[in-house]
């Protein structure tokens, strides 16, 4: 969007509704005219000098009363302000008709409103019929009445399948100026959950609530959660606070895990062992579920995924995940639920073990003579916090692959690390291969690693 700034334009011209012209640069070489960006209306202004109420008070019982107001316009040639005679004019709210009215001769207008009762706020207003643009707004104060609501269903706990759909039900009277107990109409009563509205159509957060009728009941429906709070409500400026009603939910069909096992090898690989099955419920035989693995390396702060499989409820499930464990320490199996069956997820199981790694890893000389002695070493070192410390006592593995054609990996010895962590071993050079270090004898606190591919020539 661009803003163009020019000097103050005076219009000779009658009034009425233009086509607009933008000029840029006029007269110069870099001129530049552009077709219809907008229209303009030249025409008086008009507007609303008063409002006023025959009530400055209404209740529930006594929600009418009478309009009158002055709607004058002013030229935009001599800035001459007359009455607008033959104007329309809505009044709002529109409970009692006619709620359009039109302006006498001297601008005025005169005419009956009348409030519903269920308006957020006891708000008068006037527009001009044609441009709602123009109004002028009066709030009376409210005379509020003391209300009660009745819940006859569900009790203190309600009982249902998950996902199903329950219904809360009651009326909502009000005690009326003549002492008697009314019901109320038209007015919003809401079912709320940990702070939501829930919606029959399942969602969690929307406008969900029921108007109660002109005997005063209402009839919502809420979903069956786990464990869920509920609330019955109403919130009304032309009532009194109302007491809420407090209700539990207990749900059935809710899934989880049993006997779950996890592990990790040194190799990194995490395998998970256990049974998904369904608790307070059934579902048919055979039926199947996706499970995530899930890891944190935040302490459980934030969780991502690392892969999923199929399982079927109540069978035995033995998982691996293709995600390394890196240097993530939680993990856990989270089941998405059904329709007809609750979400789960396992507690953390920390898995975690010490990251090794293989480093300065070399076989040397190379270029050497068939049956020459040669030397493999290496650096093994462990990660403890942020810092990378030498392992001694442990064992690597040297390995060999001959570069013949099919060539395989074979351990042709051992060493020892040292105090700082460093091995080497001498090893006798045959053929033209590849040479590698392996660290793959690694207690349960450490995973194993390997260094890098050398190839050697042999001469």
């Known amino acids: 969007m661009r803003t163009y700034r020019s000097a103050p334009g005076r219009l000779d011209v009658k009034m009425g509704v233009y086509d607009m ?56 040639n001599t800035h001459e302000v007359k009455p607008l005679a033959g104007a329309g004019v809505a009044l709002y709210p529109t409970a009692i008709e006619p709620s359009r009215l039109t302006t006498d001769g001297e601008g005025r207008f005169t005419g009956p409103f009348g ?3 269920n308006e957020p706020k006891a708000a008068l207003s006037a527009r001009l019929v044609g441009d709602w643009g123009v109004s002028k707004e009066v709030v009376l104060q409210v005379r509020k009445q003391k209300a009660k609501l009745t819940v ?40 709320t959950r940990d702070g939501c509205v829930v919606v029959e159509d399942g969602g969690d957060c929307g406008n969900g ?18 464990g869920a709070k509920m609330t019955v409500q109403v919130s009304s400026p032309w009532f009194e606070p109302v007491a809420p009603y407090h209700f539990s939910v207990n749900a059935t069909h809710l899934s989880a895990f049993s006997g779950l096992k996890g592990s990790v090898d040194k190799f990194q690989k995490v395998t998970f062992t256990g049974k998904l099955v369904v608790n307070a419920g059934t579902v048919p035989a055979g039926t199947s579920a996706t499970i995530q693995f899930q890891y944190s390396a935040d302490k459980g702060k934030t969780w991502q995924y690392a892969g999923k499989f199929m399982t079927t409820y109540g069978e035995t499930f033995t998982h691996a995940t293709r995600w390394p464990a890196g240097e993530s320490t939680l993990w856990r199996l989270v089941h998405g639920g059904r329709s007809d069956v609750a979400p789960t997820e396992s507690r953390p199981v920390s898995l975690g073990r010490r990251l090794t790694r293989i480093t300065s890893d070399d076989v040397t000389p190379e270029g050497v003579r068939r049956g020459t002695s040669i030397t493999a070493k290496g650096l093994l070192t ?7 410390k030498p392992q001694a006592g442990q064992t690597v593995r040297i390995y060999f692959k001959p570069a013949a054609p099919g060539g395989a990996w074979k351990q042709v010895g051992t060493a020892t690390t040292l105090a700082n962590g460093t091995f080497s071993r001498k090893v006798t050079a045959q053929q033209d291969g590849t040479w590698q270090m392996r660290y793959v004898d690694a207690p349960a606190t450490h995973y194993a690693s390997n260094g890098r591919e050398d190839y050697v020539d042999v001469l």
């Not at 329950?166 to 107990?181: F, I, N, P, Y």
Request: no cysteine; net charge negative.
């Open 209 to 226: 609530h029921d108007n109660t009728r002109t005997d005063g009941s209402f009839d919502i429906g809420y979903g069956v959660a786990p």
């Open 115 to 117: 409030f519903y009762g």
């Open 21 to 76: 012209e933008l000029v840029r640069n006029e007269g110069k070489s870099d001129e530049q005219v552009g077709v219809l960006p907008g229209t303009l209306n030249f025409a008086v202004n008009t507007r609303f000098t008063s409002l006023t109420s025959s009530v400055s008070t209404v209740s529930y019982d006594r929600r009418s009363g009478v309009a009158s107001g002055t709607l004058v316009a002013e030229d935009p």
């Open 382 to 388: 462990q990660k403890i916090g942020t810092d990378w």
């Open 152 to 191: 006859t269903s569900p009790g203190p706990v309600a009982t249902g399948r998950y996902g199903a759909m329950l219904r809360a039900s009651g009326t909502l009277t009000r005690t009326a100026e003549d002492g008697t107990e009314q019901p109320v109409s038209t007015t919003r009563v809401s079912v």
